[in-house]
């Protein structure tokens, strides 16, 4: 395995377009990454993926270690043989999971103890287990192991624990043994200036491969503090070096994401939508269980050059949903991924043109008319 | 649209090749129907059937009656253009689903009253209002409305049940509007030999487009019993037309089926089974959920050309289905309906060259071994 390499093209004010390359293929970003939580992106294949333009896919490590356990996972030969997906990956750290199962008192300097979510069984993860599971793992970009407070914890609070969470990188880092694989250090801070201006300038000390900004979009936090979460951080990240916005999926909020200068987003907001009969259109998101779509013999948008749209109507999308049948997820699911995706592709060219401001302030205006 | 034709091709022993042809391409018997009960054949793609050889496709009238409903599938176009589905279409009567949620009481010379099993209102179907329904759906093989007795049921019982059934199927023929879509009549009488003579030789009488026999496979009634049921069937069903024997799936009893005369054959049991991880091989069933494929990086089976042993090993879709991903029901489903699918295919060849008789017992030997 050759480790990837990114490499930024151009700007249009704070946007970015750039290049990745890797074994696995090459993509541009900016980039939407489908969430693939237990080596699988709800209902789909990775032909699925391939069509609807997928560059990255994202798994979680959290679900992985519990099952399969990342030891099966290596032996597979990895998580790309292990799924047979020909596309480069990414593993979160953990840390998100874990902090949702965890209560205050069982986070120490040395770790993290929860309950598993599946059997209630005692577990304890640290930085250096998170790396080495994500090293079995085997994905082509890796994250240090975090705390994700919620963005309303209290400066005090936020101040110890991104403190923490820097001798938690640093820790990572040194036990880091596969040297193919991207190590990122992630910026944690919540709403605070001058926490993520000392997070930030922290983790780049490190000098790590790639930096993501966490912590945002986590706990029903204003739209307008996650954007300053992002100012506060991307000043100090290096313009050489990848930068991924951690669990933010809004199409929206991709491109405010891209007008601060992010490469790669990820959510689980596609294909979770998906399951109760949502879809993105450019005119704001329909539910399609709505009985004005029982006669609609027409796709889910029309224009639209996914897979979904190009062979059902919502009638017959709307009676899946109604009835429970997986195919209607399943098409839904294909719908929303292409949907965010076809956004990034239209994001880079507008980049390309330096028209970028434009095509949001436009895009933005529509998806927002209802 | 235009009738679907059979033509008898030639015998081997009792065992029949036939030909189908339609506007929905053509396809060859013996042949496996997977089941689309609510338009969908359980997490599936029509280009995943194609995929697997699938000639033609049976859907549930029973359960589209209620949802949808067959007026707005009307609308649409029928089943095959509301499905996106470019194969011939089957629909089943609805007795099946009816006389299981029915109590003997509610069955009168008129019809049957039963409760919906979705929300418990009343509803009556009446052989008029099952065909009504079916030539809405539009499907290019439609069944008359029968009684489907248990198999324990009195030869009294028996012996008015299926002359009810006779003048069902009269005033269903009176009633059929659609003359693009063949309309078969269905052969019951349980496991006596002389209500099968009765019923096959009373509905033959009146002439339909092909035969169904029914009444089979149905409250775990032997081996014997089934194979017993068709051998007092087939002796009097016409030549040239098509032998439909429902509801059933397991391989050995479609050789037996193929072997007794029959021509296709449907049953949920390759989607069903797959949900609860079981996969057909040359060797008997086997259940990936078994320990013993926790890390077994081969295929569900060496040599089988379906998308799931091509591209993924035991391992990954056991994972699947202990973590209840939809993907490994999927996979699952693609090679059980494969599998059946490509038996047919066997017996095809077999028959071509003479040595059906050979096959089905090499078949039945391997498969049975364990």
């Not at 991307?234 to 930068?243: A, C, I």
Request: proline residues 4%; positive net charge.
């Amino acid at each position: 395995m050759t480790k990837m390499k990114f490499k930024l093209i151009k700007t249009d004010n704070k946007a970015r377009l750039g290049k990745i390359e890797s074994k696995y293929g090459s993509f541009e970003t900016p980039m939407f990454m489908p969430v693939g939580t237990r080596a699988t992106v709800k209902t789909l294949s990775p032909e699925e993926l391939y069509d609807c333009g997928c560059g990255i896919v994202l798994a979680n490590t959290y679900h992985l270690w519990l099952r399969p356990g990342e030891d099966l996972v290596k032996k597979a030969g990895g998580l790309h043989r292990f799924m047979n997906l020909n596309r480069p990956m990414l593993t979160d750290c953990g840390g998100y999971q874990v902090f949702s199962l965890a209560k205050p008192k069982d986070i120490s300097e040395e770790g993290v103890k929860f309950k598993s979510h599946i059997d209630g069984s005692n577990l304890f993860l640290t930085p250096e287990k998170s790396i080495e599971i994500q090293n079995k793992l085997g994905a082509d970009i890796i994250m240090s192991f975090d705390e994700c407070p919620p963005a309303s914890a209290s400066h005090e609070y936020m101040k110890n624990s991104i403190e923490r969470t820097l001798r938690w990188a640093e820790r990572g880092k040194k036990v880091h043994s596969n040297k193919d694989q991207m190590l990122f250090g992630i910026i944690q801070g919540g709403p605070y200036e001058d926490l993520r201006k000392q997070s930030a300038l922290g983790t780049v000390a490190m000098d790590f491969d790639g930096y993501s900004i966490g912590g945002v979009a986590n706990d029903g936090e204003s739209k307008e503090d996650m954007y300053k979460a992002i100012d506060y951080s991307t000043p100090y990240m290096p313009e050489d070096k990848l930068r991924y916005l951690m669990g933010v999926g809004e199409p929206i909020d991709i491109l405010e994401g891209v007008s601060r200068g992010v490469d790669i987003f990820d959510c689980v907001l596609p294909t979770r939508i998906a399951r109760h009969g949502n879809a993105f259109t450019r005119d704001g998101k329909l539910n399609i269980k709505n009985a004005k779509y029982k006669e609609d013999f027409t796709p889910i948008e029309e224009n639209c050059d996914c897979y979904a749209c190009k062979n059902y109507t919502k009638a017959y999308i709307r009676h899946l949903i109604n009835v429970d049948e997986t195919f209607g997820q399943r098409l839904l699911s294909i719908h929303n991924i292409r949907f965010l995706i076809k956004l990034t592709e239209e994001v880079r060219e507008a980049i390309k043109e330096d028209k970028f401001l434009e095509y949001k302030k436009d895009f933005i205006k529509k998806y927002s008319k209802k």
